[in-house]
Every structure is written in structure tokens, then in C-alpha cells.
């Protein structure tokens, strides 16, 4: 969720990304609902009454189990937006508050859903306004369709240029993409874009989707992941009816094609794909392609597809660095802001702590964010630095390097103008013994090593000692404004 990291409209069995339609009862955002799947209230009012009832015990129980401050705060505003056989969509007014119900709340909800409807498969959350939510299960006749784009084509309205944050790991895909929304000729065709999972490739490609639809109210999209591909192309080939996938794809002014590792090693699909993308080249459409390496690192694939994609602009996304993550965690606090007024504060040290530490990729990054602020809000606790480690100890130690106690005794040793030899002396006058102190705190909060350890390491003191040093330094860090300073600072230092 960059932003890039979960979409706003998910599918919480399978986290396939879901088409659009039009709902009756008022224009839903773009990207979010099934294509075909009719409005809630163009269903039959009986059954429509059944499943506003089994909403009702879902609300009830899920307010039951996580209390009321907790789903006040973050599941007050899930709303029913329609069922139609086994698949159920939900809605929320914001896309930070889909992607945190579909991160926190994807199993209970499902789980829920098939003990009130047992065949139930798939619950999505989808963002739309409140305002357009109907307010009672009544039949209605469809309101018209309002004016714009028939999105249709799986393109996600929530992933544009605007909220992708761009740094250098990601510059070049960002402007090849932008030129490939762009009316007019373009250089290269297709753009081949890769990279790690979690890294914005898929936010790219919507990005592209919306921008050309912008400026090309007109025009004919189609996203879809490879996968989606295959599946139906095979179901076109079972029907013996593949002459309307070939022209629904082959005809269109751009197509985007997600995630192409996983057809390695599938013949038939890779054949389909290669005349696809020739006739689509040939007649001088746009294509976008992505996959999680370069093509000439893909396997299973067949060379003359590699050699097609490779043809036009191959641009990479490198894992953000410490600036572009930092920026990214700015954007998502400011997104959160906006979305819930009353969201958990969250200082510039924790953000600066996260970028740090959390360097795999940006899902990860947004995840851990959600996942402090939601804790936040369910216990009622600002959120500190040492809330945050204690939230995500278990990802932290997925990542920490492993800091050692000598480091810890050197960088305090140095931060007071002290020498080494004197920290770990007996010496107790205040000057030596405080930031002796600190040191064994930061050794206790900051490393896995024992009190017995800690204590051995500083000139072999008794673990209670160390036990003294870590309660007295927490209370003055309650009082002691410029004690907490230097704390946060070494804190700081041995995290980088």
C-alpha cells in the first residue's frame, strides 16, 4: 500500500483483485465490485431481509469481541454494500480504512459470514462514500449510471501517479509509466516493469490505467494479473468459444498484464500470450508487463516471449531506501489523518524507527504501520517507540541486526564523554554510574541478552544490579526531560 501495498478492494479469501460495475443505487468508486454481479437491490426482497439480518449478528458480534472503543474506532464505519450467491461485498468510506480491515480482519469477517450464510466464499471490502451506502434493503429501481470511463476492466481507482511516492529506487518506472499514459507516441512498446513483491509494480500499472482513461475518456483498458490470464484463456478453450478472448484482449488501447512468473512452464497459455502480445505491438497499442525479475533472469518462460518483452523499455524498482520509506510512512500518517480524524498520533521518531528497520519491502512498511496504530487504538496507548518494539518484536527480530552489548558500551561511552575502561569500572560517583545505567537499559531493551549476561558484560556485576539500572532509568525517564533526550538519542544511533 507504497500505497502500493494492499488494494483498497479486496477479495479476502484469495486477495485476487476484483473488477467494476455499476451498482443502481449510486455510482460506486471505480475498481470495486465484480463485473456482472447485479445491485443488492435488484435482488429478491426476502433474501435481501436475510442478509441485512445476518449483517445485523455479524456487527453485534464482532462489537462483542473486540469492544466497543476498538470498533467504534475502526469497524463502526463497515457498511453492507451487497451479496450476491457465495460472494459478499463490504464497504468502508476510505481506502486506508480497506486496507486495514482487509490486513486485521479478513479471516474473522469470512469466518463470520459462513457460520450466518455457510456458502459464502469470498468477502471483499470495497471503499466507497458513505452517502452512496442504501439505507434500507427495499427493491429500488437502478439509478442512472453516471457519466465517465467504463472501467470495467479491473482498473483500481485508488492507485494513480499522485499518491505513488517516487525516490530513486523507483524514478525510472514511474516516468516510463507516466509516458505511457500520455496520449500521443510513445518510444518504446511494450514497457516490461520489475521488481520484488511489494514494491509498487501493480500500483504502476493502475496509475497508468487511470491517467490513459483521464485522458482518454474513450478508450479500451484491460488489466489483469497473468494468472487471470490463463484462467480465462483455459475456460475459453473448454467453451470453445476463444475467438471473443482473443478479440476482447487484442482489441483493446492498452493492456496490462500482472505478476507473467506465473505461467512459466504453462505452453498453452504462453502461446496465446505471445500472439497477444505481437497482434496487440502490431497494431500499435500499448502494452505494460510486469513481472518479479528482469526478463532475462525469468524461467519457463519461452525466448521468443522474453525477447518480445524485452524489446521495449525494461525498468526495474529497486527496494525503497531510508529516505523513499521515510516518505512513504509521511504519506500514509498524513492519508490516515485525513481518512479518521480521531487516528492515533504517531510521533516522527517511531516513523524514523520504522524506516529504519523495516526494509524488506513497502507492504511490509505499511503493514507494520497499521499494525502499531491499530494496537494503539485498541488499548488505548499513544504510540512511543517502546509501544511500537513491543507491538512488532516479533517482525523486529525478523530484521534487527544483531546489535551487541560492546556496541551499545562504546556508543554510550562516547555520547557522555566518558572512556570505556571507566563505564565498566567500579567507580560509582554519579558522572560514571548514570550513564552506566543507560547503557545496561539500552543493553536490556535492546538486545536479547540475559540480566546474568548484561551484568557479566559490565564488570561482573549481579543481575539484580542490572535489574535496578533498567527500573531506575524508566522512572527517570519520566521526569528527567534531558535523561529521555539522551536515551532517545543513543536509541536513535544504535538503531541506524
Not at 494479473?225 to 490463463?230: I, P, Q, V
Request: charged share 25%; with cysteine.
Amino acid at each position: 500500500m507504497s500505497v502500493s501495498a494492499v488494494t483498497a478492494s479486496q477479495n479476502l479469501s484469495n486477495r485476487e483483485p476484483i473488477a467494476t460495475s455499476r451498482l443502481g443505487w449510486g455510482a460506486l468508486r471505480p475498481g470495486t465490485l465484480a463485473e456482472g454481479v447485479p445491485d443488492r437491490n435488484t435482488c429478491d426482497p426476502a433474501a435481501a431481509d436475510d442478509v441485512d439480518l445476518a449483517w445485523a449478528r455479524i456487527r453485534a458480534a464482532l462489537r462483542a469481541e473486540s469492544g466497543d472503543r476498538h470498533f467504534d474506532a475502526w469497524l463502526a464505519p463497515l457498511g453492507l454494500a451487497g451479496v450476491e450467491g457465495d460472494h459478499v461485498r463490504l464497504a468502508v468510506p476510505s481506502a486506508f480504512l480497506a486496507d486495514w480491515v482487509a490486513s486485521n480482519y479478513a479471516e474473522k469477517l469470512r469466518a463470520h459470514w459462513i457460520a450466518q450464510r455457510p456458502g459464502t466464499r469470498q468477502v471483499s471490502v470495497i471503499v466507497q462514500a458513505p452517502a452512496s451506502l442504501p439505507a434500507a434493503p427495499a427493491p429500488a429501481m437502478p439509478a442512472p449510471a453516471s457519466p465517465g470511463p467504463d472501467r470495467s476492466s479491473g482498473i483500481e481507482a485508488r492507485y494513480t501517479f499522485d499518491n505513488f511516492i517516487v525516490g530513486k529506487p523507483n524514478e525510472l518506472a514511474y516516468n516510463a509509466a507516466q509516458a505511457v499514459a500520455e496520449p500521443g507516441p510513445v518510444g518504446f512498446n511494450p514497457l516490461f516493469l520489475h521488481g520484488t513483491t511489494g514494491l509498487g509494480k501493480t500500483h504502476l500499472m493502475h496509475a497508468i490505467g487511470n491517467a490513459f482513461l483521464a485522458r482518454q475518456p474513450d478508450a479500451k483498458v484491460a488489466y489483469l494479473s497473468a494468472e487471470k490470464f490463463m484462467v480465462e484463456f483455459l475456460a475459453a478453450l473448454r467453451a470453445k468459444d476463444t475467438i471473443s478472448f482473443k478479440q476482447r484482449l487484442r482489441t483493446v488501447d492498452l493492456l496490462m498484464i500482472d505478476d507473467v512468473q506465473f505461467i512459466a512452464g504453462k505452453d498453452s497459455t504462453q502461446e496465446e500470450l505471445f500472439h497477444t502480445m505481437n497482434e496487440v505491438i502490431s497494431a500499435g497499442r500499448r502494452l505494460v508487463i510486469s513481472a518479479d525479475r528482469s526478463p532475462q533472469n525469468l524461467e519457463g518462460i519461452q525466448e521468443r516471449i522474453l525477447s518480445r518483452m524485452a524489446w521495449g523499455l525494461v525498468a526495474d524498482i529497486n527496494p525503497a531506501d531510508y529516505e523513499l520509506r521515510l516518505n512513504i510512512l509521511h504519506a500514509k500518517v498524513q492519508a490516515m489523518a485525513a481518512a479518521m480524524p480521531n487516528a492515533v498520533p504517531v510521533p516522527a521518531e517511531v516513523i524514523e524507527f520504522l524506516a529504519r528497520k523495516i526494509t524488506a519491502n513497502v507492504r511490509e512498511l505499511e503493514g507494520a504501520l497499521n499494525r502499531v496504530t491499530a494496537s494503539a487504538g485498541l488499548f488505548g496507548q499513544p504510540v512511543t517507540l517502546d509501544f511500537t518494539r513491543e507491538t512488532l518484536a516479533d517482525l523486529l527480530r525478523a530484521h534487527e541486526k544483531k546489535l551487541t552489548i560492546d556496541e551499545i558500551q562504546r556508543k554510550v561511552a562516547e555520547h557522555f564523554r566518558l572512556k570505556l575502561a571507566d563505564l565498566l569500572s567500579p567507580r560509582r560517583a554519579r558522572e560514571v554510574a548514570r550513564p552506566r545505567q543507560v547503557a545496561m537499559y539500552l543493553a536490556k531493551k535492546l538486545t536479547s541478552r540475559s540480566l546474568p549476561e548484561i551484568g557479566r558484560r559490565f564488570g561482573g556485576r549481579d543481575h539484580t544490579t542490572v535489574m535496578h539500572a533498567v527500573k531506575r532509568i524508566e522512572e527517570l525517564r519520566a521526569s528527567d526531560r534531558e535523561l529521555d533526550n539522551d536515551v532517545v538519542l543513543l536509541t536513535r544511533l544504535l538503531d541506524a
